[in-house]
């Protein structure tokens, strides 16, 4: 009898690939990495993911000092400061009055709200769905976009972590937090089903992009 016990990090990679993969190969961001979108495009997903990380930079706020939440939660990963400055240079200085949130990122930022800031592993699994794809996934979407718009830093700063040192060695860490949390197998369960859900809110979110994206396309054509 194999009693093998696999780490919590690694059956909760292994349980959400596929969601995680749906949403790497959305439209949208397929078009994006291979030159079908353009700069006012990449911004209307910065925008939209501004309202998804002031959610969740808020409910980190809220969780800091929570015994279970509390290690996941570090300076070095907040986004909200560089989203601001990309979309400053990119829409200009009154982009928070030109942005509006889209239906999906509604959905989104209403999860977020109802589970993260009361529910450690809510807020884990978001908190995981996000970060740990922006160091990883994430870092290959902003060296495609600086050479596909010619960015040096501004309009990336959002994929730049400069406060991390060795991405690797962070995401190591950050899985074994995730094995050491003190989660009953139900509560993992709870834990893999949540990031499944992050998964397919974003994939809403850039469903709706894309969509509004090829709205105009689709007058045209009828």
């Not at 999906?104 to 930022?109: I, M």
């Not at 809510?122 to 060296?143: C, E, M, N, P, W």
Request: charged residues 20%; glycine residues 8%.
């Amino acid at each position: 009898m194999d009693t093998t016990v696999i780490p919590f990090s690694e059956l909760l990679r292994t349980r959400t690939r596929r969601s995680h993969g749906t949403s790497a190969g959305s439209g949208f961001m397929h078009d994006l990495l291979r030159g079908g979108c353009d700069v006012a495009d990449y911004a209307a997903l910065l925008g939209q993911y501004s309202f998804v990380y002031d959610a969740l930079e808020r409910a980190a706020e809220r969780m800091a000092d929570h015994p279970v939440a509390f290690p996941f939660v570090t300076s070095q990963l907040t986004r909200m400061p560089a989203i601001r400055a990309d979309l400053e240079y990119l829409v200009g200085p009154d982009w928070s009055e030109l942005v509006c949130p889209l239906p999906a990122t509604t959905a989104y930022v209403r999860r977020l709200n109802e589970v993260a800031a009361e529910w450690p592993g809510g807020f884990v699994a978001h908190h995981y769905t996000r970060y740990l794809g922006d160091l990883s996934g994430g870092q290959v979407i902003g060296k495609v976009l600086a050479d596909q718009f010619g960015f040096e830093t501004n309009g990336i700063l959002f994929y730049i972590f400069d406060q991390v040192a060795d991405p690797g060695a962070f995401k190591d860490t950050y899985r074994a937090q995730l094995d050491a949390a003190p989660w009953s197998a139900e509560e993992q369960e709870r834990v893999i089903a949540e990031v499944e859900l992050a998964y397919a809110l974003n994939n809403g979110l850039l469903e709706e992009l894309d969509a509004r994206r090829g709205g105009a396309d689709a007058v045209v054509t009828a």
